[in-house]
């Protein structure tokens, strides 16, 4: 009997072969096509797919001398045969997956047409979906693949096993495994691929029709794939049912063995090509949805900004993390983590950044938040910093990115969001677009109820701190109000000696450039004139703005060779940075050269900056203030004894101004450099020195020093 069957299933598979090389897919696609009339049910298969997936993880061939793995028995597999609902299930489809069985073993045991087999499960089950028709298929060749392995993984032990063995011929078959071990290999392999392809049809029936319909490209071509996915499969399904069904009919000649192995690897080729095709376009739908879940996402958080609210909770939840299972925000102080209602009914102050917060921008805001902290009840101080950090979802995430992000966070005091990959995409968006976050850090304000009050309080910060509280516009015009261009307003507390000073009524001159050489004559001779005046005169180095190699070394000089003092680089940073705050707030507010006279006197300063030589302001106490150029004010001291009369009548800054603009000529070549990251850029910038408007240019610098 067994030499008998065995040349009929070689002829078989040497016809399989013949078929997979030559066959018209077309004509193939067209009989399976004819066979489709589903009947419109819609039958949930995943529960009976991870029924599968369990007998093909516990069936695997016993194969002596080749490493088995582990099986672990699901622990599950009650639940899963159990839950609610999948008994009805299967009292739905027992009789089809009984049927197709039949199916398969009527044509295969007497070395059928494969084709003709696979287009008898096509009949069978021709009411059914497409993902449905390779599930039954597959249940079918489950039980009986299951039960080979299961008799044969039993027989030894089991009686019933032993006596269903004899007849099966296992014992043979397994005395025979290590010669047919090639073949179950190939069986192996192929029921992957089978199980993979399988699920990937499955994964598109599942898609959610609100955010994808069969008119999307991507779900066309897959569309018009599944019914030659779904006939390789159910063909291959007939392949490995063959196979096992020959073992109980082999003789002792092995030969034919490799050759079947290699049809069944032709097959596995066959159908993983296929499902690599379904998979490019199962990922280009998933990204269709997920960009329409995004827009979706976008839009919902555009409405919720326009409606009001009792409380900042829905706010909140929608920017930073809107599920229950985990607490998402850590305590700065303590690293524990926290939920969001620990925000609940607060100003929140949303530090938006990316993983490149600069020394300087963190160590000001650490010293501005810890100082607000010291007075907590305070109404100033009623308020909570949230960090967001946003980063490039385009680029993988890394253990570099990860310790760049634990650092930071370690080192804040305030709130942060426990990991960048809390923040929805569309939040990301919503930062960029609406808020208009580019690499330079936000503050935006959300009031008690999460309204925005100020899309961008970091420049009032800059220039206020805590005293801006609440960072409205109407607070930041009031502030503007109460203002006047002095030294306070110009230094603020970057050198708390300044203070002192004005109190002393000594003369004090702040002055910057990077020119040593000026600095060094400038410093001298501002000294040798206060000294023949008679007054007391103290010196600040504040440098330039985004402070290099350079002003590090003018200021080691200056401190060497006791010139002046001098800020630190962090805080000569700062200086600059509150000026162009204090530029980019005033054109907030409208404000120009033309109509501000703080605004004239903000872009002076800037122009300073801008040029390549030094530069000096001196005044005494708080709003008495000469500025000018670094060769034009050196010049001035120089001829000292041109107006000294002048300064003991009107005093040394008074007749300093007079002299200046005696020095003053109508030829000027201003700058004024101001970061595009900032914020907006106005089309339209007089000169501070004679109102004329200013020329735009577009500068890109990369200063190494």
């Not at 409405?303 to 909140?316: A, G, R, V």
């Not at 930073?320 to 983590?337: F, H, N, Q």
């Not at 609406?434 to 959300?446: A, R």
Request: some cysteine.
């Amino acid at each position: 009997m067994a030499s008998a069957s065995l040349p009929a299933k070689t002829a078989k598979f040497r016809g399989e072969r013949h078929m997979f090389s030559t066959s018209d897919d077309n004509a193939m696609l067209n009989q399976i096509r004819a066979t489709h009339a589903p009947d419109g049910r819609d039958i949930d298969v995943k529960p009976l797919l991870q029924v599968i997936d369990d007998i093909f993880l516990l069936a695997a061939p016993v194969i002596p001398g080749a490493a088995q793995g582990t099986k672990t028995p699901p622990d599950t597999l009650d639940d899963k045969a159990l839950h609610a609902g999948f008994s009805d299930i299967m009292e739905l489809l027992a009789y089809t997956i009984s049927r197709i069985s039949c199916e398969i073993t009527c044509k295969c045991s007497g070395g059928g047409d494969a084709h003709a087999a696979t287009l008898a499960v096509f009949n069978t089950v021709s009411s059914y979906s497409w993902d449905a028709k390779v599930v039954l298929a597959l249940a079918a060749f489950a039980v009986y693949y299951g039960e080979f392995w299961l008799v044969a993984q039993l027989y030894l032990s089991n009686p019933l096993a032993k006596s269903v063995a004899v007849l099966k011929q296992l014992p043979e078959i397994m005395e025979r495994s290590a010669y047919l071990k090639p073949k179950y290999e190939a069986i192996t392999n192929l029921i992957r691929a089978i199980l993979t392809v399988t699920r990937c049809i499955v994964e598109f029936k599942e898609l959610p029709a609100q955010y994808i319909n069969h008119d999307t490209p991507a779900y066309e071509t897959a569309n018009a794939l599944i019914p030659t996915a779904t006939y390789w499969t159910i063909r291959s399904i007939v392949a490995c049912a063959s196979q096992i069904m020959g073992l109980t009919g082999m003789s002792h000649e092995h030969i034919a063995s490799t050759t079947e192995a290699w049809e069944l690897s032709s097959l596995a080729h066959k159908v993983s090509t296929i499902h690599e095709h379904l998979m490019k376009q199962l990922a280009l739908c998933y990204q269709h949805i997920d960009d329409k879940k995004q827009i979706e996402a976008y839009q919902s958080l555009m409405q919720l900004f326009e409606t009001s609210h009792i409380d900042n909770m829905k706010i909140l939840k929608a920017l930073i993390y809107a599920k229950e299972d985990l607490l998402p925000l850590v305590e700065g102080s303590t690293k524990k983590r926290a939920s969001l209602d620990v925000l609940r009914r607060k100003n929140v102050l949303l530090l938006i950044s990316d993983l490149d917060l600069s020394h300087e921008e963190f160590s000001i805001l650490d010293q501005m938040y810890q100082e607000s902290r010291q007075h907590p009840t305070r109404e100033e101080s009623q308020y909570e910093v949230v960090w967001l950090p946003i980063v490039d979802r385009s680029t993988p995430w890394n253990e570099s990115k990860q310790k760049q992000f634990e650092n930071l966070q370690s080192m804040m005091m305030w709130y942060s969001v426990h990991h960048p990959s809390l923040l929805d995409r569309a939040v990301i968006r919503y930062t960029k677009e609406v808020w208009h976050f580019n690499k330079k850090p936000l503050l935006v304000v959300l009031d008690t109820q999460g309204r925005v009050v100020n899309p961008n309080a970091i420049h009032m910060m800059w220039i206020w701190a805590s005293q801006a509280f609440p960072f409205t516009s109407s607070r930041e015009e009031a502030l503007w109000k109460e203002e006047t261009w002095r030294i306070e307003l110009l230094a603020d507390n970057t050198e708390p000696l300044i203070f002192n000073w004005i109190q002393e009524k000594k003369y004090i001159c702040l002055y910057g450039g990077e020119d040593m050489d000026w600095i060094h004559n400038f410093t001298t001779t501002a000294q040798a004139i206060a000294q023949q005046a008679g007054v007391q005169l103290e010196m600040l180095y504040v440098g330039k703005s985004n402070p290099r190699d350079k002003v590090r070394r003018n200021s080691s000089t200056i401190i060497e060779q006791t010139l002046s003092h001098t800020l630190d680089l962090t805080l000569i940073w700062f200086f600059w940075v509150r000026l162009e705050s204090m530029w980019h707030s005033k054109v907030q507010h409208g404000k120009s050269v033309e109509n501000d006279p703080i605004m004239q006197e903000i872009v002076t300063m800037l122009s300073f900056d801008g040029s390549d030589q030094g530069w000096a302001v001196i005044s005494r106490g708080s709003a008495e203030m000469a500025k000018g150029k670094g060769d034009t004010i050196l010049t001035c001291l120089n001829e000292f004894d041109e107006w000294k009369e002048e300064a003991q009548l009107k005093g040394l800054v008074q007749a300093l101004n007079d002299y200046l603009r005696k020095l003053h000529t109508p030829h000027h070549c201003n700058r004024l450099i101001l970061p595009g990251t900032t914020g907006s850029i106005p089309e339209r910038v007089v000169c501070a020195e004679c109102g004329r408007q200013m020329e735009k240019f577009i500068m890109y610098r990369c200063c190494t020093d």
